[in-house]
């Protein structure tokens, strides 16, 4: 079992910047792929950025050169900064842990609230 525990979320203006954080409990972070996907009301939820064990990245198209994900291997944590935010962003985001050999072994995050408004 992996608990993954997001932070960072909140209100910000559009435009703004936010930064997104999520600490991973496993001594194996770097077999997984680490991801985070977002859920606006009423929607799917939807990939927003990944990244592979090697540090391959790929992002939705809609945030591609506004967000950038990263990982940390030595300290178990994945980071999604978020700039040139927009309304649309606004969303519950949530972090994933997907193994890299076995891709039905996953896990989420609790979520956690981007509100983009003036």
């Known amino acids: 079992q992996v608990q993954l525990v997001e932070s960072g979320g909140g209100l910000v203006q559009p435009g703004g910047s936010l930064r997104l954080s999520c600490a991973a409990s496993t001594s194996l972070f770097s077999i997984y792929t680490m991801g985070w996907y977002r859920q606006a009301p009423g929607k799917q939820r939807e990939l927003v950025a990944a990244?592979?064990?090697?540090?391959?990245?790929n992002y939705l198209d809609s945030v591609k050169d506004r967000f950038t994900i990263s990982r940390d291997n030595g300290k178990n944590t994945v980071v999604l900064q978020m700039n040139s935010l927009k309304p649309e962003d606004t969303a519950v985001y949530f972090c994933?842990?997907?193994?890299?050999?076995?891709?039905?072994?996953?896990?989420w995050g609790q979520g956690t609230q981007v509100t983009v408004s003036s």
């Open positions: 994933n842990a997907q193994h890299t050999l076995v891709p039905e072994i996953n896990f």
């Open positions: 990244i592979s064990r090697g540090g391959s990245t």
